[in-house]
């Protein structure tokens, strides 16, 4: 049985991407596949300094959500489109990508899914009062006003409760949050 679990992203390591071209910290990951085939999904907060390009991913589907003031400049493909907050952006993994900072540097929030065996979403909500979430929902991350557990621990901004497998009820006041949710096919 897995339990939940609460994720102060302040204290996660910076990982230099695959591109040595930024940071990531991460949040949680799904479970292991077959050898090779690395984990079902991942979620992170990519810290973006600098215009830089994407790290590729083959195989797999990127959600993007700038969890900090923006917009940003995406370039996907050749096709640049401005990102702003609460608008999650899908892309493939194997897709060139790059990113403007106009507004300079931001924090994004990031759903990797392996796309040949899961399927995930990564949705924006304004919450107040109680919420309970279910093992529906991989993880649910702050992104401005806070939460506070049962227990009473309060979530700050990029804070993330990772749901386990029994429901999690969190009192959120004037709260952006993200939910992601990952699953396998």
Known sequence: MQSSSLVRTDSLPRLPWKNGAGTTREITTGPALDAGQGRLWRLSLADLTEDAAFSTFPSL???????????????????????????????????????ELPKGPATAINLMINRQCGTGTLDVHELDGEVTFGRAVAAVVVISGNAETAGGEVLAPLDAVVIGDEPVTLRFNSARVAVARAERR
């Not at 959500?65 to 702003?84: K, Q, S, Y």
């Open 61 to 99: 589907d990127r959600i993007f959500l700038i969890a900090t003031p923006g917009p940003v400049l995406l370039t996907v493909d050749g096709v640049a489109r401005e990102v702003a907050p609460r608008r999650p952006e899908r892309f493939p993994g194997e897709a060139d990508v790059t990113v």
